[in-house]
């Protein structure tokens, strides 16, 4: 019922910056978390940030803190992942994912219903 959809991916060089974007459509909420994920090759997916609505606060994966921020615009269900000093470990696709509801375990994958077809993040050294 929740379709999502990210942009922004790319090739760039370590220590550049990149902009993800997730566009959530097909259902309004009030309550709802966000997140954001990477897989790499041969790798679970891991991690990276999510919003919970409760109290608007923002969460990182340890690797990513001090260099990525991540969003959330309610107007334009529209959330985002600010990638800033990339290093070629962050090569991966990035997947949005949304839960209607607000929830605790945040950085768990399985605890989210919704997610997007991922947008591939390239870092080169």
């Known amino acids: 019922q929740v379709q999502l959809v990210e942009s922004g991916g790319g090739l760039v060089q370590a220590g550049g910056s990149l902009r993800l974007s997730c566009a959530a459509s097909g259902r309004t909420f009030s309550r709802y978390t966000m997140g954001w994920f990477r897989q790499a090759p041969g790798k679970e997916r891991e991690f990276v940030a999510a919003?919970?609505?409760?109290?608007?606060?923002?969460y990182y994966a340890d690797s990513v803190k001090g260099r990525f921020t991540m969003s959330r615009d309610n107007a334009k269900n529209t959330v985002y992942l600010q990638m800033n000093s990339l290093k070629p470990e962050d090569t991966a696709v990035y997947y949005c994912a949304a839960d209607l509801y607000d929830i605790s375990e945040y950085s768990r994958s399985t605890k989210y219903d919704y997610w997007g077809q991922g947008t591939q993040v390239t870092v080169s050294s």
């Open positions: 919003i919970r609505w409760s109290t608007s606060s923002t």
